[in-house]
């Protein structure tokens, strides 16, 4: 089973920057994947970014040039790097876990979520 953590959210005006972070705990046979998703007022929830076991990096187009995913495997954290922010970007940040339980099952975790808000 693993806990997820998130931190690092709060105010900040557009333009700004912010850093989460996502602190995995608990036990598990591996991580397959780690990802960032987001759910803004009246939207549904989307996916920001999205790191692989290999390494592949995704993210969503509204956020490309702006936002940098990166992971520390031997702390079991992952980051999202934000700059540039927009108010478009206010939104509840979750942290999401694929992986591999001591049981070999494959399952998704979910973290609390940690409010961005952008806003002068």
């Known amino acids: 089973q693993v806990q997820l953590v998130e931190s690092g959210g709060g105010l900040v005006q557009p333009g700004g920057s912010l850093r989460l972070s996502c602190a995995a705990s608990?036990?598990?046979?591996?991580?397959?994947?780690m990802r960032w998703y987001r759910r803004a007022p009246g939207k549904e929830r989307e996916l920001v970014a999205a790191?692989?076991?290999?390494?592949?990096?995704t993210y969503a187009d509204s956020v490309k040039g702006r936002f940098t995913i990166s992971r520390d495997n031997a702390k079991n954290t992952v980051y999202l790097q934000m700059n540039s922010l927009k108010p478009e970007d206010t939104a509840v940040y979750y942290c999401?876990?694929?992986?591999?339980?001591?049981?070999?099952?494959?399952?998704?975790?979910w973290g609390q979520g940690t409010q961005v808000t952008v806003s002068s």
């Open positions: 790191i692989a076991r290999s390494g592949a990096i």
């Open positions: 608990g036990s598990w046979f591996s991580i397959n994947a």
């Open positions: 999401n876990t694929q992986a591999y339980d001591t049981d070999y099952t494959l399952r998704s975790y």
